[in-house]
């Protein structure tokens, strides 16, 4: 690196020219940054100003440009030069912003921004600017696994977008469960009456496309490689394997409904004529064939009484059966009763629900029901009890509160059963201990992965495939493989067609990012990857088992190989390494512990502590900026690093900045757990992990454990933040300054 | 065969369908969908007078409680205030299903004999339609002695003072009570008013016989 | 001739010695101020109002207002009808609604009416008085004539149910209106447009038959108006008047309470404001005497 030559520049634009002393700035440049070429400039990201930096680039040999002027979240695109390693120092959003305009302010505001400029300098220095990722593929088909609804319309929409699609489907046919019922709700104008499902169309849509090549009875034996380059085996019923080329993958893998033999009470599995909603098609469809008239399953007499069971085995707060509400089991009884009432307004059809959940139209479609005489009862189904060709249904009706009503003589029952995902293995569930004699029906892997953190792409809640649910629905933890369809959450239909619009468009954007070697969401563009000294590395596994995207193998030697196509660019494994020797060109365990050795301390009697904040560059990092442009001030006494993710952290920073004087520490990053909101879905809780373990660090160096916060912040958090930050800052007051200052 | 036997016997287990074909805005009843707004919005639910808000009279109408809500006080207690129907997000014309069910329930003869409302009820329409304007004297004297002269004085006198303020503010004529304001058209009015329930009578009886 | 001429619909309170006879009084010498023009369609009657139902029936209750339709139809052509009582307002309102949209319903009556010898070939608009005022005149045209601003009086502007519900006045919302208030200021009046009982039901009806349940309600709109420290109450609505004046003693009997508030007419506080005498704005009318606004209604005029 010896050819590098670092340029700063100066921003007086934006009211930073009247707030600070942009001269000394210009100087702490030169001096304390180092940087040979230092400028200020009256309004740095318009044509001129760019015009400077880019003249300077052919003209001087600029290698590296440190700009002090807004957020790196603001004038990307003026300050795009993308062969040259890039540092901003915020002096707008970070600095003039958050700090009064008062006379009494401006020495510690100009302080705050010297101090970035320092650390801009230092970080520029310790950067390259990313090559791109050169382990690339450039297949362009797309696989689908499932030949529902979901599958179908991914296969038809990747195609109709002119890319390739292999589509595997376990059974002898298409259609999955939306080709065994008799019709759907409606999904047009006016919502009033079930329509055809269209689900023939849909297949013979497939059947008919030369750019989709559908297996049938088959399933994926091996799935191995990264996005752009997956190699997948594909086994058919003949015991023939057929291997592809695909570059994302779309699981579509469907549902079951849950199994009504689990619900004795409401006659499941005790009567003929008590169904679950398939089973009610499965009559419907038989009717349509004959004379058109639903009969009873026990002698075949025509229903002329049907009570619907809402929520059967499901929204149970037990535990002992399903917790959630499937979303569309309501309109399909109201269908359903529909099916009678069409064609027989005197059968007496009842819904027996606690809450009827049919949103946006759905409530056109209820509405029409009750028209058409469905009676709608809220009350909550007790029993089912199943006697020669009729039942009696004991239920608690919670208008009128009478815990003991019953309907009599109802010629057939049919219970809601609800979705249960078919997503593979649950590769986050302890390793099941062989007990004798029992035999476990293990579920089937979907996928069959070769990747060393398991075989299918691993589960959120209740078994349904984990999707980022609130930023990026569709992204599973496994990068350039999609979940769609129920799979992912119980859904509907017309639901299901939407989602799996989506995931043909997300995994296309995948396969052409692999392709060119960049990161896909949140990082979506970013050229650098991680790379790893092998030299010093001592195979500890922490890398391969962390990594929230299942991107590192092992290699036989057992060091870790990365997939760069598979990685998101977290920075996960960086934070983890103890040894230290992974890292990307732009952002590595040097370029943050350079800045934060940058900072100028000063001695305990100033009276000014400072304050490190290490700040997820997705929402608590925003979250600042915009605390920044509402004009709510924070402390000056901070001095905060965008990191990529919390899982980014290396706790080497916090002993540093410790060591260093810092007076205390904190970490801002994404809710984790359950109801995680971290872009990176796993990345703020490993790094919290990690920081759990930070107080034995703070024992040895003999500090109080409030040197180090950690916090959760939202993007939303725009008020709260700055309040957090001044709250911390008047503890640290109270605990006095660090003792490490000035050493 | 009462009015009402005949009725319960035709409709014999749809107790919907008779109040759908026999009662005014009856056919709304089963479009509620039992969201509580109505029971939540009536002031007479409030001052817990109800026995059933209308939210719980069209679920029991739903379940076939025939007599319990035919002989039901609930719906004489309306105030007509129409904050259920302007709430109602399923807009059911709830005060006039009320009033319509209480109508029919007075029709055969099931409604609570000596309900207050229902008494007052009556007694208004006969007091507008005879002379075909209300004579407010008659009116109050009518209600206060409908459970005999004796009760009727001791009613009255709880009203006495409500009643000589209005005398004195010339806003009630002691008057009235022998002769008071009428319409000159009577004759007209008894004809009309005589063909109209002929006609209201001989459509309800076709609905009953298809 | 009159800026705006009406037929008139006074209903049967509004009848000289009846309930609401101080309101038809002020409406009177009101509309003159304003130069509206009232004419009583001859030999109207009742409008069956609500209660009725019991014993009325559909058609019966709707042949009674369609004989007021085709009276004022045949005596006042072409002229709007308007009514001051919400009761009768609604009731009208009602009839043209269904009679506009069942042809049945409007076949069976013109039948009935052929009886007294009747017909209505057109369907008449149906107003209340604060429409015509709001909408036809406007508040700054009813603004214009006030020379005795009512200064440094609070009023609960109380707008109860059936002037507000099922139709109220056109924009305003049936939970929180502000035409009462928007009047109250109108006259120079402090309103009190936060006043949480304005649409408070008062009973209605049921204050006859049931008045332990009328005055529960009555007592919450008369307390909250103290509360708010109104010094008197202001509606549109005879019944509501009536109701919330006239059983302020039984409420006190029975609550102990020691309420005493006068409750106004809209129109008897525009008279005095506009310069009429206690006698024009039928202040005598009052079971609570309304004393401030006798002082003002002596007071000289500012002219
Ligand atoms: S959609 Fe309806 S029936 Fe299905 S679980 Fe939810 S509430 Fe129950
Ligand atoms: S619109 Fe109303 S009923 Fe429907 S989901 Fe929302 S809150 Fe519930
Ligand atoms: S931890 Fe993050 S940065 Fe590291 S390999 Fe995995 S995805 Fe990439
Ligand atoms: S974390 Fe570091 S030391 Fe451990 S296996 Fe990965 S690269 Fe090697
Ligand atoms: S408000 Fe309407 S929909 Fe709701 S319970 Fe009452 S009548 Fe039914
Ligand atoms: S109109 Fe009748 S039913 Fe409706 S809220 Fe008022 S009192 Fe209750």
């Known amino acids: 690196m010896a050819d590098i030559k670092v340029a700063a520049y100066i921003c007086k634009g934006c009211g930073l020219g009247e707030r600070l002393d942009a001269d000394a700035l210009v100087k702490i440049a030169q001096k304390d940054g180092k940087v040979p070429l230092a400028k200020s400039h009256d309004f740095l990201c318009n044509a001129d100003g760019v015009a400077m930096i880019k003249n300077d680039i052919a003209n001087e040999g600029v290698t590296h440009i440190m700009i002090g002027a807004c957020s790196r979240r603001a004038k990307t695109e003026a300050f795009f030069f993308p062969e040259n390693a890039v540092a901003r120092a915020n002096l707008r959003e970070g600095v003039i912003w958050i700090r009064p305009d008062t006379d009494e302010a401006r020495e510690t505001t100009q302080e705050m921004a010297e101090d970035y400029i320092r650390m801009g300098c230092a970080e520029v220095k310790a950067m390259t600017a990313p090559a791109g990722n050169a382990v690339t593929g450039s297949s362009k088909t797309l696989l689908v696994v499932g030949g529902g609804v979901t599958g179908m319309t991914t296969a038809i929409e990747a195609s109709k977008t002119g890319y390739p699609v292999v589509l595997v489907e376990k059974s002898g046919a298409l259609g999955g469960w939306a080709a065994k019922l008799y019709k759907r709700v409606p999904v047009h104008e006016p919502y009033k009456s079930p329509a055809d499902t269209g689900v023939g169309e849909l297949i013979s849509q497939v059947l008919g496309d030369s750019n989709i090549k559908v297996y049938l009875n088959a399933t994926v034996a091996k799935t191995d490689g990264a996005p752009g380059r997956f190699i997948v085996d594909i086994a058919t019923e003949s015991g023939a394997t057929h291997t592809e080329d695909i570059g994302a993958i779309v699981q579509a893998s469907g549902f079951d409904l849950y199994d009504m033999n689990k619900l004795p009470e409401l006659g499941g599995g005790k009567s003929a004529n008590v169904v679950d909603q398939a089973g009610l098609e499965a009559l419907a469809v038989a009717a349509a064939a004959g004379d058109g008239v639903i009969r009873r399953p026990s002698d075949n007499q025509p229903v002329k009484s049907v009570v619907f069971v809402q929520c059967a085995g499901q929204r149970d707060p037990s535990g002992t059966h399903l917790a959630y509400c499937s979303g569309y089991c309501c309109n399909t009884s109201i269908k359903q009763a529909m099916y ?205 088992v962390e990594c929230p995207f299942g991107a590192i193998d092992e290699d036989e030697k057992r060091f870790p190989v990365f997939n760069e196509s598979r990685c998101r660019r977290c920075g996960t494994c960086m934070g983890a390494c103890p040894v230290r020797v992974i890292s990307f060109e732009n952002y590595s365990v040097n370029t943050v512990g350079a800045q934060i050795k940058a900072v100028d301390i000063p001695d305990e009697f100033s009276e000014k502590p400072r304050i490190l904040i290490l700040a997820c560059e997705n929402d608590a990092y925003p979250a600042l900026d915009m605390a920044g442009m509402g004009r709510n001030e924070y402390s000056a006494f901070v001095r905060i690093i965008p990191i990529r993710c919390l899982g980014s952290v290396n706790t080497i920073w916090i002993t540093d900045a410790l060591n260093a004087g810092y007076d205390g520490v904190m970490l801002m990053g994404c809710k984790s757990g359950d109801e995680y909101q971290c872009h990176f879905v796993k990345g703020s809780e490993l790094g919290r992990v990690r920081m759990s373990k930070i107080d034995d660090t703070l024992k040895t160096l003999n500090l109080e454990s409030e040197r180090v916060r950690d916090l959760e912040v939202a993007i939303t958090d725009i008020e709260r933040v700055p309040e957090m930050i001044n709250k911390y800052a008047a503890e640290l007051v109270a605990v006095g300054p660090s003792p490490f200052k000035g050493f | 065969m009462s009015a009402n036997t005949a009725l319960a016997e035709k409709y014999r287990n749809n107790f919907l369908k008779e109040i759908e074909e026999q009662v005014e805005m009856g056919d709304w009843v089963k479009m509620c969908m039992q969201c509580g707004v109505c029971s939540g919005s009536c002031p007479t639910n409030f001052q817990s007078a109800w026995e059933h808000p209308p939210q719980e009279l069209f679920m029991m109408i739903r379940a076939g409680k025939r007599d319990e809500v035919l002989t039901s006080t609930s719906m004489w207690n309306c105030t007509s205030c129409y904050n259920c129907i302007v709430r109602c997000p399923r807009k059911l014309p709830i005060t006039h299903i009320m009033h319509g069910i209480a109508e029919y329930a007075h029709r055969i003869g099931l409604a609570p004999k000596m309900q207050a409302t229902r008494f007052f009820s009556g007694l208004f329409w006969k007091n507008a339609t005879k002379t075909g304007r209300v004579n407010e004297l008659k009116l109050s004297m009518g209600l206060y002695f409908k459970n005999g002269f004796g009760s009727g004085v001791k009613e009255g006198m709880k009203m006495k003072d409500v009643a000589i303020g209005l005398v004195l503010a010339k806003r009630l004529n002691p008057l009235e009570l022998f002769g008071g304001h009428k319409c000159k058209d009577q004759k007209g009015i008894q004809a009309m008013l005589k063909k109209a329930y002929e006609i209201e009578r001989s459509r309800k009886a076709a609905k009953m016989a298809g | 001739m009159a800026k705006h001429e009406y037929a008139f619909y006074p209903g049967c309170s509004s009848q000289k010695g009846a309930s609401a006879s101080n309101y038809l009084t002020s409406v009177e010498s009101m509309c003159k101020t304003l130069d509206v023009k009232l004419t009583e369609i001859p030999d109207w009657n009742c409008c069956g109002a609500s209660i009725g139902y019991a014993e009325a029936g559909e058609l019966p209750r709707h042949v009674m207002n369609a004989r007021n339709f085709a009276l004022s139809e045949k ?229």
């Open chain 1, 340 to 544: 009678f009432k069409d064609a027989n307004p005197s059968v007496d059809t009842t819904i027996i629900y606690t809450d009827l959940r049919t949103p946006g139209n759905g409530e056109d479609f209820y509405r029409s029901a009750q028209e058409k005489g469905v009676i709608f009862t809220k009350g909550k189904v007790a029993e089912v009890v199943p006697g020669g060709n009729t039942s009696t249904v004991k239920f608690h009706d919670l208008i009128l509160d009478d815990k003991d009503a019953a309907m009599l003589d109802v010629d057939l029952v049919v219970l809601a059963t609800g979705q249960v995902p078919n997503s593979g293995i649950n590769i986050d569930a302890p390793a099941a201990t062989a007990e004798e004699g029992v035999v476990e029906v293990k579920p089937i892997s979907i996928l069959n992965l070769t990747y060393r953190q398991g075989k299918d792409v691993p589960q959120l809640k209740q078994g349904f495939t984990d999707s980022h649910f609130i930023c990026f629905p569709y992204e599973t933890r496994r990068t350039g493989i999609y979940t769609a369809g129920p799979v992912r959450r119980p859904m509907d239909i017309a639901q299901a067609r939407e989602d799996a619009t989506g995931a043909a468009l997300k995994s296309i954007q995948a396969l052409e990012n692999a392709e060119l070697g960049r990161a896909a969401h949140p990082r979506s563009g970013d050229l650098s990857f991680p790379k790893v000294r092998l030299e010093g590395c001592t195979q500890c596994k922490r890398c391969t």
């Open chain 3, 75 to 303: 005596n006042l052509p072409g002229q709007e009808i308007v009514a001051t009582c919400a009761a009768c307002w609604l009731g009208a309102r009602e009839t043209r609604e269904r009679l506009t949209h069942s042809d049945t319903l409007m076949a069976d009556t013109r039948e009935a009416l052929k009886e007294a010898g009747l017909t209505i070939n057109e369907m008449p608009n149906i107003r209340h008085m604060v429409e015509v005022l709001i909408e036809d005149l406007g508040f700054d045209e009813m603004k214009k004539h006030v020379v005795r601003p009512l200064e440094g009086v609070k009023i609960a502007g109380y707008v109860g149910c059936q002037t507000n519900r099922p139709f109220g006045v056109d924009g305003e919302s049936f939970e929180n209106p502000q035409y009462l208030d928007r009047m109250v200021e109108m006259v120079g009046a402090e309103s009190i447009p936060e006043y949480e009982q304005k649409v408070t039901c008062c009973g209605g009806a049921l204050a006859f038959s049931e008045p332990e349940k009328a005055q529960a309600q009555i007592k919450d709109i008369v307390e909250s108006a103290y509360d708010h420290g109104a010094e008197m109450i202001v509606t549109p609505c005879p019944l509501c008047q009536a109701n919330v004046e006239i059983y302020q003693g039984q409420i006190n009997k029975t609550y102990g309470t020691k309420f005493n508030i006068p409750v106004m007419y809209y129109s008897q506080l525009m008279v005095v404001a506009y310069g009429g005498s206690a006698k024009d704005a039928a202040l005598n009318g009052q079971m609570i005497k309304a004393r401030r606004l006798e002082e003002i209604a002596a007071k000289p005029v500012k002219r």
